[in-house]
Nanobody
Framework: QLQLVESGGGLVQPGGSLRLSCAAS????????IGWFRQTPGKEREGVSC????????AYADFVEGRFTISRDNAKNTVYLQMNSLKPEDTAVYYC?????????????????????WGQGTQVTVSS
């Protein structure tokens, strides 16, 4: 069964860190670009980061500002999002999804409609 499952969310103080995991089953992540997204109530889902199929090069949304790092472990069929220096405005439900579109450049540019197989999301809350 094709599935993506996010985990690792939680409550963290401003300036803290979390590592999110996106575990895939039913397909091999090394054949797809995997993206991380986030959404808050009343706002559209927005792209955070994507990682390329080969080489592991990444692209990030401008708001990341060097604080997040996406990585992949093909042996574990899992993609990670290491989030450091978290801010209250990072509070959101974080999702992962896959696409066959290319993750080009270093700045996020892929449309949400290019992705499929969305996970259920994991809540990240940044608050003191």
């Amino acid at each position: 069964q094709l599935q993506l499952v996010e985990s690792g969310g939680g409550l963290v103080q401003p300036g803290g860190s979390l590592r999110l995991s996106c575990a895939a089953s039913g397909f091999a992540i090394d054949s797809y670009v995997i993206g991380w997204f986030r959404q808050t109530p009343g706002k559209e889902r927005e792209g955070v980061s994507c990682i390329r199929i080969r080489g592991g090069s990444q692209a990030y949304a401008d708001f990341v500002e060097g604080r997040f790092t996406i990585s992949r472990d093909n042996a574990k069929n899992t993609v990670y999002l290491q989030m450091n220096s978290l801010k209250p405005e990072d509070t959101a439900v974080y999702y992962c999804a896959r696409t066959l579109r290319a993750c080009l450049g270093t700045t996020w540019s892929l449309p949400l409609g290019a992705f499929d197989s969305w996970g259920q999301g994991t809540q990240v809350t940044v608050s003191s």
